[in-house]
């Protein structure tokens, strides 16, 4: 579906659902492979990380979105 004339960008192999709507000027390939490519890194850090930084890592996160969510819309 186009947005302002734009149309997205999707390789012809890749799996969409059926009713999933992609609007505008979004490249799936680089978004997948930031998804892809993100988690294996955190994964691999998140092992070499105690319980104790996790969970304090976890928490700053945590009141970071908190704050978000109290002053923006």
């Known amino acids: 579906m186009d ?3 734009i ?3 999707v390789d ?4 969409i659902a059926e ?8 490249d799936i390939d680089l978004i ?8 294996l890194l955190g994964a691999k850090l998140a092992t070499k990380l105690s319980n104790i930084v ?4 976890f928490g700053v996160a945590l ?6 969510m ?4």
């Open 3 to 5: 947005f302002k004339g």
């Open 7 to 9: 149309y997205p960008k």
């Open 12 to 15: 012809p192999t890749a799996f």
């Open 19 to 26: 009713n999933a709507m992609v609007i505008g000027d979004d």
């Open 32 to 39: 997948c492979k930031g998804f892809f490519f993100g988690g």
């Open 54 to 57: 996790l969970e304090r890592i």
């Open 63 to 68: 009141h970071l979105i908190l704050l978000k």
């Open 70 to 73: 109290i002053f923006t819309r």
